[in-house]
């Protein structure tokens, strides 16, 4: 079953806007990752911000996580067509690192 | 560096048929996991492998089983296809004790 809700399904936006994708989730977690993929192809990893911290940047990504809220939002600033593809949130499911849960995914589309 | 890869690319198979895909995992990564991601949804965790055994596994039947040989390669076994089984599988492996995973790029499988 999934564990991760994304929000929107789908997004889209002009090159050089902003796009946040919000991820909710439903157990208690170890960490919460958050994931992206092209055309159905591999996942490829963004970043990772574990439990006891509440914000991560890498690059022109920014993850912020609220435990009590049970929440995670990832932005992208200053999008590129290159970004356009699905994104995904992955947690641990039941603080058991062995098992991870994705969520649906939000379709981000940015038009040049 | 090779990353992981996963064979065959696509398959075409029948009902009832039985199936066996193929995962080498990223260099110096000991722990392998596989999932099944239906059209547009998001990746739903099958089973993981570490130490050449099965570690922990999602909420799939026996129709599903693996194996991981002692150089931490790995595959999945599937049974009397249904229709239902037509998805892109994706292996993903770590090393034990770090939660980033790298995905391969998939095998999608049809069953007609």
């Known amino acids: 079953s999934q564990q991760g809700e994304e929000d929107p399904q789908a997004l889209s936006i002009q090159e050089g806007e902003n796009a946040t994708m919000n991820c909710s989730y439903k157990t208690s977690i170890n960490n919460l990752q958050w994931y992206r993929q092209n055309s159905g192809r591999g996942l490829v990893h963004l970043i990772l911000i574990r439990s006891n911290e509440r914000e991560k940047h890498s690059g022109r990504l920014r993850v912020t996580l609220d435990t009590s809220k049970k929440s995670s939002s990832l932005l992208i600033t200053a999008s590129r067509a290159a970004d356009t593809a699905s994104y995904f949130c992955a947690t641990d499911a039941q603080g058991n690192n062995n098992d991870m849960r994705f969520g649906a995914g939000t379709r981000l589309t940015v038009k040049p | 560096d090779a990353g992981v890869t996963q064979s065959p690319t696509h398959l075409i198979k029948t009902r009832g048929q039985q199936v066996t895909l193929r995962c080498s995992p990223k260099s110096g990564h000991d722990t392998v996991s596989w999932y099944q991601q239906a059209l547009g949804q998001g990746p739903q965790f099958i089973f993981q492998y570490y130490e050449e055994e099965e570690r922990q596994r999602g909420n799939f039947p026996d129709r599903f089983s693996g194996h991981q040989f002692p150089n931490y390669s790995s595959e999945l076994n599937v049974n009397a296809l249904l229709l239902g089984d037509s998805a892109l599988y994706l292996c993903?492996?770590?090393?034990?004790?770090?939660?980033?995973?790298?995905f391969g790029p998939g095998t999608r499988l049809t069953v007609t």
């Open positions: 993903a492996s770590r090393l034990r004790g770090h939660y980033e995973q790298y």
